[in-house]
C-alpha cells in the first residue's frame, strides 16, 4: 500500500532557531500534501495544502513566513519552522494524497517538536 | 466549509463487547469518509473508508455504515480487544475535488481487560 515516510520523529531546539521536517511519499507520486498540527488531546488542525511545483495555500491564521513549506517535487514536501519558539511546540503530521488512484490520504508517522 | 461532528469524545467498553462511534457532517458535496486510529505518538492509520455510492462496509471485527439522507456515518467494532485501545477519527472530504479532509474531534477509546 501507499507509504508516507516523515522525519524526523522528533526534535529538540532553541528558541530561534529553525527545524525542517521531510514529507517523502515512497511509492506514490504525490501531487497534493497536507501538513497538519495537533496539539495533545486535540484533533488535527490543518496548516496547509501544498500542490507539486506551486505555492502552498495556508489556512486562515496559519503565518506563511513562520511555517514555510516547499513542494518541489512529486514525492516530497518539507515543513519548515522558523524562527521557532516554545508555542510551536506541537506534534506535526504530513498527508499526501495520490489523486491517480482512489487511495484516500495517507499519513506520515508524524513529528514531535519541542522548543526549549 | 465542511463541518464534522463526533461522538463520543471517550468510550470506554468491556473486552469482547461493541464500541460504536458516530459522526455528522454538514457539507453534501461530501463523499469520501475514512476512519483514523491514532496511537499515542503516532500518526493516524486508516482502518476502513466508505465513500457515498456505499451504505455499509465491512472488514472483519471492523465496519462502517453511513446514511446520506441524515449525513452521518459509524464506526462499529466488534469483539473489542485491549490492543483496540486508542483515539479513532472520522473525516470527511470530497474527493472530486481533491478537497482536504475534515476530522472530527476524536474519540478516545479504551478497551477494559
Known amino acids: 500500500g501507499a507509504v508516507v515516510s516523515q522525519h524526523p520523529s522528533w526534535v529538540i531546539c532553541k528558541s530561534g532557531t529553525s527545524v525542517k521536517i521531510e514529507c517523502r511519499s515512497l511509492d506514490f507520486q504525490a501531487t497534493t500534501m497536507f501538513w497538519y498540527r495537533q496539539f495533545p488531546k486535540q484533533s488535527l488542525m490543518l496548516m496547509a495544502t501544498?500542490?507539486?511545483?506551486?505555492?502552498?495555500?495556508?489556512e486562515q491564521g496559519v503565518e506563511k513566513d513562520k511555517f514555510l513549506i516547499n513542494h518541489a517535487s512529486l514525492t516530497l514536501s518539507t515543513l519548515t519552522v522558523t524562527s521557532a519558539h516554545p508555542e510551536d511546540s506541537s506534534f506535526y503530521i504530513c498527508?499526501?494524497?495520490?489523486?491517480?488512484?482512489?487511495?484516500?490520504?495517507?499519513f506520515g508517522s508524524g513529528t514531535r517538536l519541542t522548543v526549549v | 466549509g465542511e463541518n464534522v461532528e463526533q461522538h463520543p469524545s471517550t468510550l470506554s467498553v468491556q473486552e469482547g463487547d461493541s464500541a460504536v462511534i458516530k459522526c455528522t457532517y454538514s457539507d453534501s458535496a461530501s463523499n469520501y469518509f475514512p476512519w483514523y486510529k491514532q496511537e499515542l505518538g503516532k500518526g493516524p492509520q486508516l482502518i476502513i473508508d466508505?465513500?457515498?455510492?456505499?451504505g455499509e462496509k465491512k472488514d472483519q471485527r471492523i465496519a462502517v455504515t453511513l446514511n446520506k439522507t441524515a449525513k452521518h456515518f459509524s464506526l462499529h467494532i466488534t469483539e473489542t480487544q485491549p490492543e483496540d485501545s486508542a483515539v479513532y477519527f472520522c473525516a470527511a472530504s470530497n474527493e472530486g475535488s481533491a478537497r482536504q479532509l475534515t476530522f472530527g474531534s476524536g474519540t478516545q477509546l479504551t478497551v477494559l481487560p
Open positions: 498527508s499526501a494524497r495520490d489523486s491517480s488512484v482512489k487511495h484516500g490520504y495517507t
Open positions: 501544498s500542490n507539486e511545483g506551486s505555492k502552498a495555500t495556508y
Open positions: 466508505i465513500r457515498s455510492n456505499v
